[in-house]
């Protein structure tokens, strides 16, 4: 298979192209593998790869969804046996291999993924950038000097490359759905609850994080969360499951929905860029012409409570993550190992108690009682998911010494304005790759449902990108520009 024709393929196309014996896994893997070779030196994505001897293909379900399809995993959170986890950090590298599947790689497995590799991330996803010190910057695609964003970053440059049709993301405030932005791609964080983070954790960041995927078109992600939604045995809570498929719900026509959009932000960042704007309004009028009721309004809710309970969440999660990291690896943390950033949360982080942890508890229930209700009155809402079109590489620069944990913080929140609220609420929110700024940089919309709510996203999102079609739209830097053939 030559690189163009494989590129031009979404994951359930390979897929379906396998189970009818026109193409096998092993010739998809090679084709992958070329593609590698072909793209990542210029944007530094995959970070680790499994050998071909290493690869199962004789394990793979012919009847899966996405059988035989190539995919990536995020070097961070999800584990896979065997395969190393560096989770960005130069205090972790090489001292971890996983002993076992996570919960959710068991699942990616069960869906027929063949796992080719590792994607970079920033160290231990405290970026919305991928620049960490132990692997260096991932370029974007579309502008190799630009951020292709984080913490999922790798996965989502890679994807956007056409190295792979959809990889592995997850996201604690923003980190499936900015690089989706930032990349041109499909990026849904589903519904606290909807996929499992075990077992090494119950609540991961608290609650806040949570796994799925980035890739290139609305029906791949709803098969995948098809895939691998549902509790894991000992999941603390189980939330109530989907009455249909997700791909069927794709295929329906949306109901008419009450829709609101806004571009506001508080007080901690800097208003939205113009582009980004521009192209939130041009998808609210689409909603309006595609038959919804559209209005301007957004939820109300104190901004400084959220703000407070999340820079404890982020900072006492950092600080247990990197003390139970060394302590298992027996070593220790120093600014010798750990970027600027992370050293000062790590840091910020020990100051905590116990009490903290019941402060932020209390705050973000009150955070989530105040946006709930405005989800009653709204079936969805819409902002941009950046305040700005992809930012240059060392704008979000971790390994900044002059920045303590309330700086960086402060830092981040400047450009990312959008996406952390839902991570504390828990809703289901969606990136949509539905514009560009005038420089050609990709811009998302995002799109948010009241919790549980990812049928509605999803069946709006394929709406949209039947009116608004992005699949044409393909990166300088892509796998289909090197005119080269597999290696099968």
Not at 11 to 16: D, P, S, T, V, Y
Not at 45 to 60: H, N, Q, S, W
Not at 75 to 104: I, T
Not at 436 to 454: I, N, T
Request: hydrophobic fraction near 40%.
């Amino acid at each position: 298979m030559r690189l163009d024709e494989y590129a031009r393929c979404d994951g359930l196309e390979l897929a379906r192209l396998v189970r009818a014996g026109e193409v096998t896994a092993r010739e998809l893997a090679a084709t992958a593998q070329a593609a590698i070779e072909a793209v990542n030196p210029r944007i530094n994505a995959v970070i680790g790869r499994i050998e071909p001897t290493d690869l199962d293909f004789a394990g793979v379900p012919v009847d899966a969804p996405f059988a035989g399809v190539p995919f990536l995993i995020k070097d961070l959170v999800l584990h896979a046996r065997g395969v190393p986890c560096d989770m960005g950090s130069r205090l972790v590298h090489g001292g971890f291999v996983a002993p076992a599947d996570s919960d959710l790689m068991q699942r990616f497995r069960h869906a027929g993924f063949i796992t080719l590799g590792r994607t970079n991330t920033p160290e231990m996803g405290f970026n919305a950038s991928t620049e960490p010190v132990l692997y260096g910057p991932t370029r974007n695609p579309w502008n190799p000097a630009h951020s292709s964003g984080g913490s999922s970053g790798g996965s989502a440059a890679a994807v956007a490359a056409g190295i792979v049709p959809i990889a592995h993301a997850n996201d604690g405030g923003g980190s499936i759905r900015i690089p989706a932005s930032c990349c041109g791609l499909v990026g849904l964080k589903p519904t606290r609850g909807r996929v499992p983070v075990g077992p090494d954790f119950g609540d991961a960041l608290h609650g806040l994080g949570i796994e799925l995927v980035v890739s290139r078109t609305v029906r791949d992600t709803a098969a995948a969360l098809d895939a691998v939604e549902g509790p894991g045995l000992g999941d603390r809570y189980v939330i109530p499951r989907p009455r249909r498929s997700y791909l069927a719900e794709i295929a329906r026509k949306p109901k008419r929905l009450r829709i609101a959009f806004s571009a506001a932000v508080d007080s901690h960042s800097d208003p939205a860029d113009p582009a980004c704007v521009r192209v939130l309004e041009q998808a609210a009028e689409r909603c309006r012409a595609l038959g919804h009721r559209v209005v301007e309004a957004a939820p109300v809710y104190d901004a400084d409570v959220f703000h407070r309970a999340n820079l404890i969440c982020w900072c006492s999660f950092c600080t247990a993550g990197v003390a139970g990291t060394a302590q298992q690896l027996g070593r220790q943390p120093s600014p010798e190992n750990l970027e600027a950033s992370l050293w000062a949360n790590y840091q910020h982080g020990l100051t905590l108690k116990a009490l903290d942890l019941e402060l932020a508890d209390i705050l973000m229930n009150q955070v989530c009682r105040a946006v709930a209700p405005f989800f009653e009155r709204y079936d969805v809402l819409l902002t941009p998911v950046m305040g700005t079109p992809p930012l240059p590489l060392g704008v979000l620069n971790a390994n900044d010494p002059s920045l303590d944990a309330q700086g960086w913080y402060d830092h981040l929140f400047r450009f990312l304005p959008y996406t952390a609220l839902y991570n504390m609420t828990g809703q289901p929110a969606i990136s949509l790759p539905l514009g560009q700024s005038p420089d050609g940089l990709p811009v998302g919309v995002q799109a948010v449902a009241r919790y549980g709510g990812e049928a509605t996203l999803l069946a709006l999102a394929a709406q949209l990108e039947q009116a608004l079609p992005w699949g044409e739209r393909i990166p300088p830097i892509h796998v289909s520009r090197t005119h080269g053939d597999s290696h099968a």
